[in-house]
């Protein structure tokens, strides 16, 4: 009964896509069909994850439903079994023969093959070891379908390896098994390694064709690259394209728009956008809201932040700790009241295996400013635990201006020398810094050590420390240290203050 409904099903989806099924001449265990003109639907697509581009369409038939059901079980336990070889290329294949021949024979259109790629996307390097043998194995007795080299070509590109991609596309193309999804792979793989200009002359190929058109999907994909590029103008050209030829746009079409206005800074647009999916028949999802939070949190529009992460925070905690950083980097850029504990209050969120260092230099900055030292002191601490060092002179005076203005010169002359050892980087300010808060205590020995410490690290004395100095020895009426000083300044070619000997 079951094998009866299968071929109904079979029979009516080639119906539907006006698909011409011909004899095959195969052992009946390995029979397919070709499928040479896939139906325009991208409501499975999403541009952010190359492989899902390119997932299996079934009907809601009841019937094939239970069958698609079955089917992904039967596919996840042949998976969890490759998942524990450890991408041992022997024993994956000792697996696939003992359990993989028998599972693909039942399903002999290829879908187990698609499916087990799907649900293996995670996992790139063991599906492209699946799908090797899969192309070395079985192809000569039943032949690949275009949805198997599409899949292939998608894990191609996923791993980088253009090469593969394309002589695989070749390959598929030799066969005859041109079709807009192989085109759709190959663009999408060209787009994640940021060959946008390949993509869209690999569009134009497609326009050419005589067997297969350009579907949505394939101007999403499209859409994305430009918008990566920033070319919004080519990205908004396109979607012109689209509504002129009344093709339904998806909300991967929107994303696409999205992700481009983001990318090129274009909040208005990005906002505009959004509007309109809104007050549109195709509603934003989850994915939309993740992309309108991260705009919103680079644009510095905290408010409108707050209300998308209000609508997906518990997706956005459990799942999305890249964009948890975000946020706090735009509360960390805005001088809003409070910001501190809504920092601190997000970074409860990341675990401490996601430590990042340049998160933490932020978060230095924050404390600092904020004159919080206790809480600086603790990133630094662990900026030093994790072997993170600082490059730039704006993070170190940030650093030394809130030591100055607590007025903590012990705990500064601390800092500065494990800076020293940490290989952060050392300017003059930290110095004389050191030098003026010494003097405002009369702890005048320890100010003449920082000349030390400065040549022990090759930091030639400025025009600047021997003002520090002159104006300390008069301060305290240290008139013989004062005369050396200005001796000093004369030796080497600075300009003495006329008032520098006057105590």
């Known amino acids: ?29 390995f029979i397919r069909h070709v499928t040479q003109s896939p139906g325009i639907d991208g409501k499975h697509t999403t541009l952010s994850d190359i492989v899902s581009l390119f997932s299996d369409k079934w009907s809601h038939n009841p019937a094939e439903t239970i069958l698609k059901k079955n089917l992904r079980e039967k596919v996840s336990k042949l998976k969890d079994e490759l998942l524990t070889q450890n991408e041992d290329p022997e024993k994956i294949e000792k697996v696939l023969e003992e359990n993989g021949v028998a599972l693909f024979r039942i399903y002999s259109d290829g879908s187990a093959v698609v499916e087990l790629l799907f649900q293996l996307k995670s996992f790139p390097y063991l599906a492209m070891e699946v799908f090797s043998w899969r192309r070395k194995q079985l192809d000569y007795s039943a032949p690949m379908t275009v949805e198997e080299y599409a899949k292939g070509i998608a894990m191609a590109g996923r791993l980088k390896n253009i090469d593969l991609a394309l002589e695989l596309f070749k390959e598929a193309s030799n066969k005859q098994l041109m079709a807009t999804s192989l085109f759709n792979a190959l663009m999408s793989a060209y787009t994640y390694n940021g060959l946008a200009m390949r993509c869209q002359s690999l569009f134009r190929d497609l326009k050419m064709e005589s067997t ?31 509504k002129d030829l009344n093709i339904p746009s998806t909300v991967n079409t929107y994303k696409g728009l999205i992700a481009g206005y983001i990318t090129a800074w274009k909040w208005e647009e ?21 992309l309108m939070l991260r705009g919103y949190a680079h644009s510095g529009k905290l408010e409108k932040m707050e209300e998308i992460y209000d609508m997906v925070r518990e997706h956005v905690d459990q799942n999305e700790i890249p964009l948890i950083r975000t946020m706090i980097c735009a509360y960390c850029r805005n001088s809003r009241v409070g910001r501190v504990e ?17 998160l933490n230099v932020i978060l230095i900055c924050l404390y600092a400013r904020e ?12 900026a030093f635990e994790h072997k993170a060092y600082v490059t730039t002179v704006g993070v170190m005076t940030c650093i030394i ?14 800092f500065v020398q494990r800076a020293e050892c940490a290989g952060w980087k050392i300017c003059r300010s930290l110095y004389h810094c050191k030098m003026v808060m010494y003097s405002s205590e009369k702890r005048l020995s320890e100010m003449e050590r920082v000349l030390c410490e400065m040549e022990r690290v090759n930091m030639r004395l400025s025009k600047k420390t021997f003002w520090i100095l002159i104006k300390a020895y008069k301060k305290w009426g240290q008139r013989s240290k004062l005369e050396q000083v200005v001796g000093m300044m004369c030796k080497h070619g600075y300009g003495v203050p006329l008032d520098a000997c006057n105590l």
Request: proline share 6%.
């Open 1 to 29: 009964m079951m094998k009866r409904v299968w071929r109904i099903s079979e029979f009516q989806k080639c119906i539907n896509t006006r698909n011409i099924i011909t004899k095959p001449s195969l052992p009946v265990q």
């Open 212 to 242: 297969c058109s350009p579907s949505i999907v394939t101007y999403n994909i499209l859409i994305s690259a430009f918008g990566r590029l920033m070319l919004v103008d080519h990205m908004e050209a396109t979607l012109r394209e689209v």
């Open 270 to 290: 990005m906002e505009k956008t959004y509007r309109l999916m809104k007050a549109g028949p195709i509603k934003p999802d989850i994915d939309i809201h993740l």
């Open 342 to 358: 809504k920092v601190d209050e997000l970074l409860r969120l990341i675990p401490e295996d996601e430590y990042r260092p340049w």
């Open 371 to 382: 004159d919080l030292l206790d809480q600086m002191e603790n990133s630094i601490k662990e």
């Open 401 to 414: 201006s809130s030591y100055f203005r607590q007025n903590a010169v012990d705990k500064l002359a601390d």
